[in-house]
C-alpha cells in the first residue's frame, strides 16, 4: 500500500515537473514573439504614414500641374481676346474709311451738276463727274500725245444706270452684289470714264470683306490700265494697305512710299506716311 502511494506521488511530482518545465520553456518564447510583434506594428504604422506622405506630394504636384495649366489657358484667352480686339478695330477702320468715302461721295453728288449727269456718275476725286461734263479731249491735244493712250469713253446712260445699281449696293452694305455689279460693269464696258471707278469700289468691296487677294488684284488692273486716273492715288494707298493684309511687307513700304513720292500734298500721301510711321515703330 505504501509503494501504491509513493508511486502515485512520484508520479504526481513528474506531472508537475513536466508542466513547470512547459511553462519554463513557452514563457521566454512569448516574451521573444511580443516584441516581434510591436516591430511588425510600428514598421506597418511607418509604412502607411510614408504612403499618405506620398500621396500628399503627388496631389500636390497635380495641384501645382493644374494651376500652371490654367495660367498656361488664361493667357492664351488673353492673347485671342487682344487679336480679336485688333480685328474689330482693324474692321472698324476699314468702315469708317468706306464711309468716310462715301459720305464725300454723297456730298458731292448733292452739289449742282451742270451737265445733268446722274449723282452715283461721281466719285470721291471728281474723275467720273470730270469725264461725263466734257467731250474727250482731241487726238492731237498735248494730254492725249504725253498719255500715249486714248482718253476713255464718256458714260452714256446705260452705262450709268449700270454703275449707279452697283454701287447703290455698295452703299447698302451689301458687298456681294456691289462686287458683281462692279465686275459686270467692267467686262461690258472695260474702257469708260467710270471703268476706274468701278475698279476701285469692286477693290473696295472684297478689301472690306477681308478678300485680300482680289481686291489686291482689282487695285493693281486700275494702276495698270489707268495710272493717270484720278482714283489712282487711292488705288495705290489702298493696295499697301492690302500688301499689308497679305504679309507682304517689303512690297507694301515701297508702295506706300510711292504713294509719298508721287501724289505729295494729297489726303492719300497723308494716310501713306500714317502707316509707314506705324510701320516704323512697330519694329
Keep these: 500500500m505504501k509503494q501504491i502511494l509513493a508511486k502515485r506521488f512520484m508520479a504526481r511530482i513528474g ?17 521573444q514573439n511580443s516584441p516581434l510583434s510591436l516591430a511588425d506594428r510600428v514598421a506597418r504604422l511607418e509604412q502607411q504614414a510614408q504612403n499618405r506622405d506620398q500621396s500628399g506630394t503627388s496631389l500636390v504636384n497635380r495641384l501645382q500641374q493644374m494651376q500652371s495649366q490654367m495660367q498656361q489657358m488664361q493667357g492664351q484667352i488673353e492673347e485671342l481676346q487682344h487679336q480679336l480686339q485688333d480685328l474689330q478695330d482693324k474692321g472698324k477702320a476699314q468702315y469708317v474709311d468706306l464711309d468716310s468715302r462715301i459720305g464725300r461721295l454723297e456730298h458731292a453728288s448733292a452739289s449742282p451738276n451742270p451737265a445733268g449727269q446722274p449723282a452715283h456718275a461721281a466719285s470721291t476725286g471728281g474723275a467720273a463727274a470730270a469725264a461725263t461734263a466734257s467731250p474727250p479731249p482731241a487726238a492731237g491735244s498735248a494730254s492725249a500725245a504725253s498719255q500715249g493712250t486714248p482718253a476713255p469713253t464718256p458714260a452714256n446712260a446705260t452705262m450709268q444706270a449700270a454703275y449707279g445699281a452697283a454701287f447703290k449696293s455698295l452703299r447698302g452694305g451689301d458687298y456681294v452684289a456691289a462686287s458683281r455689279g462692279f465686275r459686270d460693269y ?11 471707278n468701278a475698279f476701285y469700289w469692286l477693290g473696295e468691296s472684297y478689301y472690306v470683306t477681308q478678300n485680300y487677294p482680289v481686291a489686291l488684284e482689282a487695285f493693281q488692273h486700275l494702276l495698270a490700265q489707268f495710272p ?18 497679305l504679309k507682304q511687307h517689303a512690297a507694301a513700304e515701297a508702295t506706300l512710299k510711292s504713294v509719298v ?21 512697330a519694329h
Design 15 to 31: 506531472t508537475a515537473g513536466a508542466i513547470a518545465s512547459a511553462v519554463l520553456f513557452v514563457g521566454p518564447l512569448h516574451a
Design 186 to 196: 467692267i467686262q461690258k464696258y472695260p474702257d469708260t470714264s467710270l471703268t476706274p
Design 228 to 245: 493717270d486716273s484720278e482714283k489712282a492715288p487711292d488705288a495705290r494707298l489702298k493696295l499697301g494697305y492690302t500688301q499689308l493684309e
Design 261 to 281: 513720292a508721287k501724289y505729295p500734298g494729297t489726303k492719300a500721301a497723308s494716310l501713306a506716311q500714317e502707316r509707314l510711321r506705324r510701320l516704323d515703330q
